[in-house]
Nanobody, 115 residues
């Protein structure tokens, strides 16, 4: 089992920045990818950014150039630095870990961007 604890959400004005953190604990060996997804009201959950164990990253087109995903392996933590935030970035953001064939999810953290 992998436990994920997220932090860093909140309310910010358009154009502002936030950094989300997700600390992983438990059976954290053989993790394939760590990432962030988001879900806005009435919409499906979507991938925001993902990083592999080898350091490769991919981003949703809507956040490229504005968001950066990174990890601190010593702390088993994945970060999402979000800049130039837009009202359409408002959503619940979920941390995700893929370990083997199993997905693990955090509890979600609300990000609200006011115009």
């Amino acid at each position: 089992q992998v436990q994920l604890v997220e932090s860093g959400g909140g309310l910010v004005q358009a154009g502002g920045s936030l950094r989300l953190s997700c600390a992983a604990s438990g059976s954290i060996f053989r993790i394939n990818t760590m990432g962030w997804y988001r879900q806005a009201p009435g919409k499906q959950r979507e991938l925001v950014a993902r990083i592999t164990s080898g350091g490769s990253t991919n981003y949703a087109d809507s956040v490229k150039g504005r968001f950066t995903i990174s990890t601190d392996n010593a702390k088993n933590t994945v970060y999402l630095q979000m800049s130039s935030l837009k009202p359409e970035d408002t959503a619940v953001y979920y941390c995700n870990v893929l370990r083997g064939l199993t997905n693990y999810w955090g509890q979600g953290t609300q990000v609200t961007v006011s115009s």
